[in-house]
């Protein structure tokens, strides 16, 4: 069985590289707000304007804006055989939202990725972005990329990833989603993951969390229809 998988964490808790590699394995869709909300900056939309003068403030867009995209996305059938949700939900209002599109389905898995805040101060100031597709450099190389792995395009820092903007979006962080965390810890399907730890041990970490947190599900699921 393809997880229904969200994926939360403090920003540069490597929750898009995580994404990415989780939804490859299984292959799933890994469906990231910010890379619908980048396409939609690029591509000069009404919606994207907004959005852009939004961001670079280091706030978030709208509840109901976010909701709108991720429904129609997870309607769409790639994503009807399990997703790897990234950047969404970030706030209860937005989960308590998830919970209704994605009702008659199997259960949501949460995936928390925990990191110390000085070590995300750390990552967040060295942040790289590509200029022309968004893809994250990914930290913890020993020479510093000087190209997009994905595409070639060239690093910049990102516009939101200046000292005071970092600490901003940590602020946010902390006041709308460590709620979210509490909204969804008692779930059987909760699990908490060591993010400070290699990348590759993260992954690991979460591949075997994913597979109990699917057979306690499956168990939590078959309770109640009993
Ligand atoms: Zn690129």
Known sequence: MAPNLIMLGPPGAGKGTQAERFARARGIPRVSTGDILREALHAGTDTGLR???????GELVGDEVMIGI??????????????????FPRTVAQATALDVIVAGRPPLIIVDIV????????????????????TTATPGTDAAPVSCTRCGGRLVQRADDTDAVVL??????????????????PRPTFCSIDGAQAPDRVTADIASAVEGAIRRGFRATEGQTR
């Open 51 to 57: 959005v852009k003068a939004v961001m670079e403030r």
């Open 168 to 185: 901003e979006r940590l602020g946010v962080y902390r006041r709308d989603t460590k709620p979210l965390v509490e909204y969804y810890r």
């Open 115 to 134: 990191v110390p805040e000085s070590e995300l101060v750390r990552r967040l100031s060295h942040r790289l972005i590509c200029a022309d597709c968004g």
């Open 70 to 87: 991720v429904r129609e996305r997870l309607d769409q059938p790639d994503a009807r055989k399990g997703f790897v949700l990234e950047g």
